[in-house]
């Protein structure tokens, strides 16, 4: 009985193995893309960013809303509500957001502080890059000018320079995703 099923494990295991073997051709293809993919993972050359715990956490709810708001932007661009993305922009990721704090250094100009001058986006200023500090402002800033030219877009009827101000806000993303970690 043991016998048995141990035989018909091992048909069952070759019959995998010989199926797995005649879609090889197939599977190659993803296989290399896998490795393609691995291999730039193991080339990361970003610089690690210590956050304390609580920090890291903060700035990571920080991005997941910087991604949603962006979502909210263009799906109320695609629909030719250029006024709300406006405002959602503004709001949420401008240099007047609660966000920009992060980024801007004690001579930064900005507006008289009503938040508590200790909040963590205040003392996020210490640990970050100046490099880094000035990408997140320059994204901050994009995002205030994709603002007035949404605004504008909501009179003229023509969105692009709108689009191509967006555009800008996402070149910050990415341009500083592909330098920094925080784990
Ligand atoms: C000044 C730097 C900086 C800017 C600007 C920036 N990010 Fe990030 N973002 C980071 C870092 C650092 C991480 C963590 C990456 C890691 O450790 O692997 C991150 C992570 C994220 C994550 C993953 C969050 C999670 O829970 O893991 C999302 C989503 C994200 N960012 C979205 C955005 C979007 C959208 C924008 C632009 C609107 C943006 N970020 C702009 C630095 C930045």
Redesign the pocket.
């Given at each position: 009985m043991r016998k048995t099923l141990r035989i018909s494990m091992t048909a069952v295991a070759l019959a995998f193995g010989i199926t797995a073997y005649a879609q090889a051709p197939m599977h190659q293809m993803d296989h290399m893309q896998h490795m393609q993919h691995m291999a730039a993972a193991s080339n990361d050359t970003?610089q690690l960013?210590s956050f304390p715990p609580e920090m890291r956490q903060h700035?990571?709810?920080n991005?997941?809303d910087?991604?949603e708001?962006?979502s909210e932007i263009l799906s109320n661009m695609s629909a030719g509500r250029y006024a709300k993305a406006a405002q959602v922009a503004n709001v949420r990721?401008g240099m007047d957001s609660p966000s920009a704090e992060g980024?801007k250094g004690e001579d930064t100009p900005s507006k008289p502080q009503i938040s508590k001058p200790a909040s963590m986006d205040h003392q996020m200023t210490q640990f970050?890059p100046e490099s880094?500090?000035n990408?997140?402002l320059?994204?901050h800033q994009a995002?205030s000018d994709f603002a007035v030219e949404a605004d504008k877009a909501g009179r003229s009827g023509n969105p692009k320079p709108a689009l191509a101000a967006l555009s800008k806000?996402?070149q910050?993303?990415a341009?500083?995703?592909a330098s920094?970690?925080?784990?």
């Open positions: 970003r960013v700035t990571l709810a991005m997941r910087h991604l708001a962006l990721l980024c970050m880094m500090r990408i997140g320059s994204m995002a806000v996402t910050q993303c341009a500083c995703h920094y970690k925080v784990q």
